[in-house]
């Protein structure tokens, strides 16, 4: 299936009314995500494409603060796979109240190592896409690691596929975020997601 197949299949535009929104957004993301998931995430300056990553790294058990890595193209993250998805420890506001979304790490039978290497790429300063290969760009998306791209047009040409294309747009009132399955997996996050409080278009 083609990802204009998915595309069409299965979109969804969500209203974010705030920070607080866009967070618990981000903790949904990571509550479908398997290793080797690529996210491209669009958007304008100040749109809240790093608060969703902050959403989505701290429902994956970090608690470090979370910077966009403007400057330094990459932020790597390694967490535990013991800790990762433990939603008794995750932080209230960030809890999601269907249960079948409170994933634990017996739901991977992919994984065969003790840490979870999740990337975030800001590639808002990148002005030749080839940069990337002199960055490694083939050593960070292995398959394994997991990779959240801001700005995924700067790399156009050297990036592998998306398998979610996030785009978000400034509203009179909050965020229009519109998710765009681009694969199986993307498909299956967007389908969980389709359970919450967002809109469904396309189908």
């Not at 739901?107 to 590639?123: G, M, P, R, S, V």
């Not at 050593?139 to 294309?165: F, N, R, S, T």
């Not at 519109?178 to 967002?198: E, F």
Request: hydrophobic share 35%.
């Amino acid at each position: 299936m083609s990802s204009t197949q998915y595309n069409k299949k299965l979109q969804l535009t969500c209203l974010i009314s705030d920070a607080i929104a866009m967070t618990k957004l981000g903790a949904q993301l990571a509550a479908g995500i398997k290793p080797g998931c690529i996210i491209y995430l669009d958007g304008d300056l100040g749109a809240g494409k790093t608060t969703l990553v902050r959403g989505f790294l701290s429902a994956c058990g970090y608690q470090g603060a979370v910077k966009s890595p403007t400057f330094t193209v990459v932020e790597p993250y390694s967490l535990d796979y013991n800790k990762l998805y433990d939603y008794n420890e995750l932080h209230e506001g960030l809890k999601i109240d269907d249960p079948i979304d409170r994933v634990t790490i017996s739901n991977y039978d992919i994984i065969t190592e003790n840490a979870q290497k999740i990337y975030h790429f800001d590639l808002y300063r990148l002005e030749d896409p080839e940069e990337l290969e002199y960055l490694g760009i083939r050593d960070y998306l292995d398959g394994q690691a997991i990779a959240l791209i801001e700005w995924p047009g700067k790399g156009q040409g050297v990036l592998p596929k998306a398998d979610l294309l996030i785009k978000i747009t400034h509203q009179r009132q909050g965020r229009g975020v519109t998710l765009q399955p681009q694969s199986k997996l993307g498909a299956a996050i967007v389908s969980r997601i389709a359970l919450r409080t967002c809109t469904q278009v396309g189908v």
